[in-house]
């Protein structure tokens, strides 16, 4: 028997990153669903293997030039809808809303089948290494706002 192999880091459809997750017994609390801070984890897992989708390498980004370039979480709105469980296997999906200037907007969600679990909208900030904001750069907020699949294992 043959398993498919599923890209490691997700993949881009039409623009939207999708990172297939499992749940396990150390992301849920005493009742067994998925611990609310947990989905931050998730999140940020989709949110890095977007930007590998795009071809987009952050450690390289920080030492391209004297000044750098990085991205925080600035600010992020969460509806918490249904929980996961143990075992579930989630989709944690990722699309740029908007990408110019000193910011990023990004819209995520986490669902399993067919039902939403989770929404968020995550406003990036893009900084030097030294934490001041900084221009992300016009081609790289193009790669972002287009969603340009580029093949990643």
Not at 103 to 129: E, T, Y
């Amino acid at each position: 028997m043959t398993i498919p192999r599923l890209p490691l880091s997700g993949e881009i459809i039409n623009g939207v990153h999708h990172l297939v997750q499992r749940v396990y017994y150390e992301d849920t609390d005493f009742s067994g669903a998925v611990y609310h801070a947990r989905y931050l984890h998730f999140m940020e897992r989709a949110r890095t293997d977007y930007l590998r989708c795009l071809g987009v390498e952050q450690s390289a980004l920080y030492e391209t030039s004297d000044e750098g370039l990085a991205f925080m979480v600035h600010r992020m709105e969460i509806d918490f809808k249904a929980p996961a469980r143990m075992d579930d296997l989630i989709t944690v999906t990722t699309r740029t809303e908007r990408a110019g200037g000193a910011k990023m907007i990004l819209a995520q969600q986490i669902g399993r089948d067919d039902r939403l679990l989770i929404a968020a909208k995550v406003v990036i900030a893009v900084v030097n290494r030294h934490g001041k904001p900084r221009r992300l750069p016009e081609g790289l907020a193009e790669q972002f706002r287009t969603g340009i699949e580029t093949p990643v294992s």
